[in-house]
């Protein structure tokens, strides 16, 4: 009997033995993480993300940092904040290989990697990260360019989009000060009071009939302020495509006063439609942009009748037709 029960105790050691092998040397052993960048990436005027076929170029200018080679489009700084956030605190334990093999095996080497992110300070390159195929979900193989170790990072392609129109503000052609009035091929709206809520009246100063048509202040407010929040997609940058979208006549023009402060300015913007897609841009400036028809239908198809007071037993915030001129 002794016999078996030594060789089962052989058995159960192996087994211990093993099973600390593969979950570590020790049973108290913990890998030690630190942080992939080495230094901060703080105080940063110039990012470049590349791919085998796209290059985005982010470089700040003052206050404002925009798309170089994408029409100069101002960035949502927010991304470019979130970014450097998610970079600076990535962290990494031990690297999973090192050799020149295994960085083309998994695309981290400066001829083959996916995604290429470098980062400049007042002209002098800091670092470059060399992002790679994924192991799971939201991770990451990535190396840096002045080391051969390549880590794990929890990271994923599409936090760093190579897309520029992904990086514009969106909001470029948002009306930033109060509008006042506001002048379509059916009608013409003036801000005339505020009331003692400080809510806004508005009155219908034309109509394509001329009828003095009773408006709803807040229904006038709600739309006018669309402008305000007017969002685009993208920059069009194909010069066929920018042709062949302002060559032909505007589907609708709409003119704006605004004020900001003491300053006045006069907005008009035009509107296009191509292949079943809608566009947008502003009299005065060259750039097309594409906007999605969700929040280009509401304004185009806004009718003076959508303005009118739902039921007689509203309050009267209401003002009728106060100029027989028909504004076209």
């Known amino acids: 009997m002794k016999f078996p029960i030594k060789i089962l105790a052989v058995v159960l050691c192996a087994q211990i033995i093993v099973s600390m092998i593969i979950n570590g040397a020790t049973p108290t052993h913990t890998r030690e993480t630190t942080t992939l960048l080495s230094t901060t990436l703080d105080g940063i005027d110039e990012i470049q993300i590349a791919t085998q076929d796209q290059n985005v170029h982010l470089l700040q200018s003052g206050d404002q940092w925009k798309i170089s080679e994408y029409g100069d489009m101002p960035v949502e700084l927010t991304l470019i904040n979130l970014l450097l956030d998610k970079l600076n605190k990535a962290s990494v334990d031990w690297p999973i290989a090192q050799s020149k093999d295994a960085a083309i095996r998994l695309e981290v080497s400066e001829e083959n990697a996916q995604k290429t992110i470098s980062f400049s300070r007042q002209g002098k390159k800091l670092t470059s990260l060399y992002l790679g195929t994924s192991p799971g979900y939201r991770k990451i193989y990535i190396r840096k360019d002045d080391a051969s170790e390549i880590y794990i990072t929890e990271l994923a392609q599409h936090d760093v ?40 009246n508005w009155a219908l100063t034309s109509s394509l009939d001329g ?35 302002v060559i032909q006549n505007p589907i609708s023009t709409i003119h704006l006063t605004t004020t900001s402060g003491t300053t006045i300015r006069e907005l008009a913007y035009a509107f296009y439609t191509m292949d079943e897609t809608l566009y947008v841009k502003q009299f005065g400036d060259s750039p097309v942009f594409e906007i999605a028809s969700q929040l280009a239908d509401p304004i185009l198809k806004a009718t003076i009748t959508q303005f009118a007071p739902t039921t007689q037993s509203e309050p009267d915030r209401s003002a009728a037709l106060t100029s027989p001129e028909v504004t076209q």
Do not use: C
């Open 211 to 245: 009828e003095p048509y009773r408006l709803d202040s807040n229904k006038v407010q709600a739309w006018v302020e669309r402008f305000n929040a007017l969002l685009v997609s993208q920059l069009i940058v194909n010069d066929n495509q920018y042709q062949r979208i």
């Open 161 to 200: 989009p190579d897309e520029p129109e992904y990086w514009m503000n969106k909001s470029v052609l948002s009306v930033k000060g109060e509008i006042t009035a506001v002048t379509t091929h059916a009608f013409a709206l003036k801000k005339t009071t505020v009331d003692d809520n400080d809510q806004p």
